[in-house]
C-alpha cells in the first residue's frame, strides 16, 4: 500500500503546490513593487522554494537547441529514431552537419532518473559526433499488455538499438558509451552480438564508472544491496502502480524509493542548497537561482522501474556479480566476454567515486580475453567523484577526449 499511501500524500499537498505556482506566476506582475517590500519578496522566495521541492514523474526536456560542432554553432533537432514499449532510441540531428561523422549510442542509467541525467554528456558528444540516446520509458506509464522488462529485455533493447545503426551490408557498426549501471548489460550485449558475429556489433565501446565486478573496492551502494536478503527486496521495496495510470496494476521498484534513500545520504546537504535557493530568491539573485533549480529540476524528477529488472539487477549484479564470474547468462545462454574481438574498450573511472569505486570497471578488461593490446585502454580521472566522470569541466576537459580519440582511431 506503499504506493497508494505515496499518491494520496501528493494529492493532499496538490491545493498548496497550485497555490505556489500561481505565486510565482504573478510574482513578475508585482516585480517592482515587491523588490521594495522586504517582506513580499521573502513571501515569494517561499512559495518557488517550495514549488520547487516537488517529486515530478515526467521526463524534463533535454533543451538542447544547439551546439559547437567544429567551428560553427548548429543547430539541433531532437526526432525518435526507433520507438519501443519501455524505452525510445533518441536521435539528436544536426541538419546542418553536411560531413557523415560517427554515430554514438549513449546507454544511459535505468535507477530512478531519466536519461535526461546525461543532457551534459549528450551535448559535449554532439561536437564531434552523430549522438542518439536510450530514453527510458517511466514504468508506471506502460501498460500491463506491453509485457515484463527485466535484465533479458534490456539487454534485447541495446542489441536492438545499435542494429539499427549499424550497417549490414558493410559490417559496420557504431560506438557505444555506457554510464554507470549499463555498463554490465552494454558488456553482456556486445559479448552476445560478438558471439553471434553480428555485422553491426559496435566498433568502440566506452564503459563509465560502471559495476562490472562489485566485489572489488565494495562501496556503501555495494554493501547496501548485500546487507539484505533477495526475498527482503522483493517484499519491502517492491509496490504496485495506482489504477490512475497507463501502467497501472503494474509491480515496480518507484522513484520516490530510490530518491529517498539518494537524499538520506546527503540530507544535511540538500537541506542546505534549498535554503540558499530561497535567500538567492529573496536576494534576487538569479544566476545562482537557476543553478540550484536546474539541478533538482533533474534530480527530483524520478522514474518507476520494473519489478522484474530491478530485482534482477540487484541478484545478477550486485550480489552475485555473475557477469564478473563468468556465469551471467542471457535466456539460457551464456554470456562469453572473451567472444570480444573486433569491438575496442575504453573503460573510465574517478578516484572519488563512492557509488563504482576504482577497479570495478576496469574488470572489463579481465573479461575481454581476446581483445589486443591496441584495442584496450583504461583511463583513472584524478580529483573527481562519480558524476565527475561523465559531467562537468573535467568531463569535457580530460575524461572526453579519450573517449573522442577511442572512436576517432576506430572510426
Not at 44 to 69: D, M
Request: with cysteine; charged share 25%.
Amino acid at each position: 500500500m506503499l504506493y497508494q499511501a505515496y499518491q494520496a500524500y501528493c494529492d493532499t499537498l496538490a491545493p498548496a503546490r497550485f497555490a505556489a505556482r500561481t505565486a510565482t506566476g504573478i510574482r513578475d506582475k508585482f516585480l517592482g513593487r515587491a523588490e521594495k517590500m522586504p517582506f513580499a519578496r521573502r513571501l515569494f522566495a517561499l512559495a518557488e522554494t517550495f514549488e520547487k521541492a516537488a517529486v515530478t514523474h515526467a521526463r524534463p526536456p533535454y533543451a538542447i537547441g544547439q551546439v559547437l560542432s567544429g567551428n560553427t554553432m548548429t543547430q539541433v533537432v531532437e526526432e525518435v529514431a526507433l520507438s519501443l514499449p519501455f524505452g525510445d532510441m533518441l536521435h539528436f540531428a544536426k541538419p546542418e552537419v553536411s560531413v557523415p561523422q560517427p554515430k554514438v549510442l549513449v546507454v544511459a542509467p535505468l535507477s530512478g532518473h531519466f536519461a535526461t541525467l546525461l543532457r551534459g554528456t549528450v551535448e559535449t558528444l554532439l561536437r564531434d559526433h552523430d549522438v542518439y540516446i536510450t530514453d527510458w520509458k517511466n514504468a508506471r506509464d506502460v501498460p500491463l499488455s506491453a509485457g515484463e522488462f527485466g535484465l533479458d529485455d534490456y539487454i534485447d533493447y541495446v542489441i536492438r538499438f545499435l542494429q539499427e545503426l549499424g550497417d549490414p551490408a558493410e559490417k559496420r557498426g557504431a560506438h557505444v558509451l555506457a554510464v554507470c549501471q549499463p555498463c554490465v548489460p552494454v558488456l553482456a550485449a556486445v559479448a552476445l552480438m560478438a558471439q553471434d558475429d553480428d555485422p553491426c556489433q559496435p566498433r568502440t565501446m566506452s564503459l563509465l564508472g560502471g559495476p562490472v565486478d562489485v566485489r572489488e573496492s565494495p562501496t556503501v551502494v555495494n554493501d547496501l544491496a548485500n546487507a539484505q536478503t533477495f526475498e527482503w527486496f522483493e517484499k519491502n521495496l517492491i509496490h504496485t502502480v495506482p489504477w490512475r495510470y497507463k501502467g497501472g496494476g503494474r509491480k515496480v521498484y518507484p522513484g520516490f524509493i530510490q530518491l529517498s534513500a539518494f537524499m538520506s545520504m546527503n540530507s544535511g546537504r540538500h537541506y542546505a542548497q534549498f535554503r540558499k535557493l530561497y535567500q538567492h530568491i529573496a536576494d534576487r539573485e538569479q544566476a545562482e537561482v537557476d543553478k540550484i533549480e536546474h539541478f533538482y529540476d533533474e534530480y527530483l524528477a524520478v522514474l518507476d522501474l520494473t519489478s522484474e529488472f530491478y530485482l534482477e539487477t540487484i541478484d545478477k549484479v550486485f550480489q552475485q556479480a555473475l557477469l564478473a564470474k563468468g556465469e551471467l547468462t542471457h535466456r539460457d545462454r551464456k554470456v562469453d566476454c572473451s567472444a570480444i574481438r573486433k569491438t575496442a574498450l575504453l573503460t573510465v573511472e574517478g578516484e572519488r567515486d563512492d557509488i563504482c569505486a576504482v577497479g570495478q570497471t576496469a574488470a572489463a578488461h579481465l573479461l575481454c580475453t581476446s581483445l589486443r593490446p591496441h584495442l584496450k585502454r583504461h583511463h583513472l580521472q584524478p580529483g573527481v567523484g562519480h558524476y565527475g566522470v561523465f559531467s562537468g569541466s573535467k568531463w569535457e576537459r580530460e575524461v572526453y577526449p579519450q573517449v573522442r580519440n577511442m572512436i576517432l582511431a576506430m572510426a
